[in-house]
């Protein structure tokens, strides 16, 4: 597998967090591994006439987007196959495919279903296209397009870099207070722009956020991790990472095939 980031434009900085282009030039198929929630969506836009892969057991023969809200996906790319691969920031995929979060959340969908017949139009040009830089160029332009359609939403905004900064322990009253919206108001926004309520983001941001710990201390017992990570106790924390990766914490840790 080969893959290699490009940088982003300064307009999408704020809505993109990567950029790359992934291809599968080995003599067989990788093997499956197991890609754990993030709250980010990602775009994978096939460039060649080989099937993208295998998610979740369906195999995806032409571009897609993944909404990996809350639940792992065990992913295998086909033998020559390759991607433009983007992946947005929490909350900010919604600018660009204008559809409420919560109805993709969780799935795997057909990239012909989110933007139409311009989907195929983009595949075409992009396949035709003499390099991978040109490929990234040219996808970056589109999606520029899109933006520009798009309002921002301050408070949804606002409340996604609270919950960054705080880690995913912010309290979810002090969101309702800095919004000013009713709590039931802010969880429909939530769910349009996020795909998950404003509950359910923050614990998922916190086990995002422990994921992180357990590569920064290696050397810290798991208790400690998550202490680290704001866990209330250990029964917390390994419900949290049976329910996001099928797996306790320790077995997250030993499996060379899980990736985050």
Same mark, same amino acid.
């Given at each position: 597998?080969?893959?290699?980031?490009?940088? *982003?434009?300064?307009?999408?900085?704020?809505?993109?967090?990567?950029?790359?282009?992934?291809?599968?030039?080995?003599?067989?198929?990788?093997?499956?591994?197991?890609?754990?929630?993030?709250?980010?969506?990602?775009?994978?836009?096939?460039?060649? *006439?080989?099937?993208?892969? *295998?998610?979740?057991?369906?195999?995806?023969?032409?571009?897609?987007?993944?909404?990996?809200?809350?639940?792992?996906?065990?992913? +295998?790319?086909?033998?020559?196959?390759?991607?433009?691969?983007?992946?947005?920031?929490?909350?900010?995929?919604?600018?660009?495919? +204008?559809?409420?979060?919560?109805?993709?959340?969780?799935?795997?969908?057909? @990239?012909?279903?989110?933007?139409?017949?311009?989907?195929?139009?983009?595949?075409?040009?992009?396949?035709?296209?003499?390099?991978?830089?040109?490929?990234?160029?040219?996808?970056?332009?589109?999606?520029?397009?899109?933006?520009?359609?798009?309002?921002?939403? @301050?408070?949804?905004?606002?409340?996604?870099?609270?919950?960054?900064?705080?880690?995913?322990?912010?309290?979810?009253?002090?969101?309702?207070?800095?919004?000013?919206?009713? +709590?039931?108001?802010?969880?429909?926004?939530?769910?349009?722009?996020?795909? @998950?309520?404003?509950?359910?983001?923050?614990?998922?941001?916190?086990?995002?956020?422990?994921?992180?710990? @357990?590569?920064?201390?290696?050397?810290?017992?798991?208790?400690?991790?998550?202490?680290?990570?704001?866990?209330?106790?250990?029964?917390?924390?390994?419900?949290?990472?049976?329910?996001?990766?099928?797996?306790?914490?320790?077995?997250?840790?030993?499996?060379?095939?899980?990736?985050?």
């Amino acid at each position: 597998m080969h893959i290699k980031s490009y940088d *982003i434009i300064p307009a999408l900085q704020p809505y993109v967090k990567l950029i790359c282009t992934m291809e599968c030039d080995d003599d067989t198929d990788t093997s499956y591994i197991r890609v754990l929630p993030d709250a980010c969506v990602e775009l994978f836009l096939n460039y060649t *006439i080989t099937p993208v892969g *295998i998610i979740n057991n369906e195999l995806h023969k032409r571009s897609i987007v993944t909404f990996r809200m809350s639940r792992p996906k065990d992913v +295998q790319m086909r033998k020559g196959s390759g991607v433009i691969a983007v992946c947005f920031y929490p909350g900010m995929a919604y600018k660009f495919i +204008q559809i409420p979060m919560y109805v993709l959340s969780d799935t795997t969908a057909a @990239l012909s279903d989110i933007w139409g017949s311009i989907s195929t139009q983009i595949e075409d040009e992009i396949a035709e296209s003499s390099n991978n830089e040109v490929r990234v160029s040219l996808l970056q332009k589109y999606l520029l397009r899109e933006l520009a359609n798009d309002k921002n939403n @301050l408070q949804i905004a606002h409340c996604l870099r609270q919950v960054q900064l705080s880690g995913g322990l912010i309290p979810l009253g002090k969101l309702v207070n800095d919004t000013g919206f009713s +709590q039931r108001h802010l969880s429909r926004k939530f769910q349009e722009y996020v795909g @998950l309520s404003p509950k359910e983001y923050l614990r998922v941001s916190r086990f995002i956020f422990s994921l992180g710990h @357990l590569k920064k201390y290696p050397l810290c017992s798991l208790t400690e991790v998550a202490y680290k990570s704001g866990y209330y106790d250990q029964a917390h924390f390994i419900r949290d990472y049976k329910d996001y990766t099928g797996y306790t914490p320790g077995q997250v840790v030993q499996a060379s095939y899980i990736l985050y």
